[in-house]
């Protein structure tokens, strides 16, 4: 089995941190292997974790208004990118869900532990909200070109 050190050391997303602040989040995971179909998370669910993808992809769907339930995917998520941003901000409840489409490998935090190591260590906590904040414009970003998209090529 990997250890998610291993995996966190591969990863450009965490490239700004230190050995020992990638250690930490290391201490706080653990390496997972779902299969196609998996549900990660609904919306309105407890955010008590995030996923760095390691290898597959992952699907971060909204449900579609006036849909009932119907399931809308927003964005496709591959290695090296983050799923999940509910955690960070109370009540840590998802905004978004989740569904794996390929088998995939991923390091799952424990936001919680992480949220602690952040609170007793300000230089962490503020390289890993750096970290956050580039990944959050970046999935912005990608979400504006999708719906720029979509308004042009509706289906």
């Not at 989740?98 to 260590?121: G, I, K, Q, Y």
């Not at 956050?132 to 912005?140: F, G, M, S, T, Y």
Request: net charge negative.
């Amino acid at each position: 089995m990997t250890k998610p050190m291993t995996e966190l050391d591969s990863v450009p997303l965490f490239a700004a941190l230190s050995h020992t602040q990638r250690a930490a989040i290391a201490g706080v995971s653990r390496v997972v292997t779902y299969p196609p179909e998996t549900r990660l998370f609904d919306e309105g669910g407890l955010a008590d974790r995030c996923w760095v993808v390691v290898s597959g992809c992952i699907v971060v769907d909204a449900v579609a208004p006036g849909s009932g339930r119907d399931r809308v995917g927003v964005q496709s998520i591959g290695p090296g990118e983050l799923v999940g941003w509910s955690w960070l901000v109370p009540p840590y409840r998802w905004h978004f869900g989740a569904t794996v489409v390929s088998p995939t490998r991923a390091v799952v935090v424990d936001t919680a532990a992480l949220r602690d190591l952040a609170d007793e260590d300000p230089s962490f906590g503020y390289q890993l909200a750096l970290i956050l904040i580039d990944a959050l414009l970046n999935r912005l970003q990608a979400t504006r070109i999708r719906m720029l998209d979509l308004s042009r090529n509706p289906l």
